[in-house]
């Protein structure tokens, strides 16, 4: 019966519209200026609509937005340091 009231209700396509849309700054990896004016426009739209749809299973997208305005910030020419040879994983210590 659950089931075929989510087949029928509309909810798979509603999820993948939001998916769909959550795929678009993927596409302007070219130019920074447009991916973070895009990214930050969709992620503020995604925290909206998956508090709006949280009934719907729409919240499933609530990360994905956070990692979008993560993204923003990310510079792709900065790469982290290695660290130093001879420190053992747990960390080093000076002394």
Same mark, same amino acid.
Do not use: N
């Given at each position: @019966?659950? $089931? ?5 209700? &509309? $909810? ?5 519209? =939001?998916a769909a849309v959550v795929s678009?700054?993927? #596409?302007?990896?070219?130019?920074? %200026? &447009? ?5 930050? =426009? $969709? +992620? ?7 508090? $709006?749809?949280? @009934?719907? &299973? @729409?919240?499933? /997208? /609530? !990360?994905?937005? #956070?990692?979008?305005? #993560? +993204?923003?910030?990310?510079? !792709?020419?900065?790469?982290? =340091? ?7 994983? %747990? &960390?080093? =210590?000076?002394?």
């Amino acid at each position: @019966m659950l $089931i075929v009231w989510f087949a029928g209700s &509309g $909810i798979p396509a509603l999820a993948f519209a =939001t998916a769909a849309v959550v795929s678009v700054p993927l #596409l302007l990896h070219a130019r920074p %200026s &447009g991916f973070v004016y895009v990214a930050s =426009t $969709i +992620a503020a739209l995604l925290v909206l609509w998956s508090f $709006i749809g949280a @009934m719907a &299973g @729409m919240l499933l /997208f /609530f !990360p994905s937005a #956070l990692q979008l305005l #993560l +993204a923003t910030g990310a510079d !792709p020419r900065e790469r982290p =340091t290695a660290a130093p040879r001879g420190c053992p994983a %747990s &960390g080093c =210590t000076a002394g």
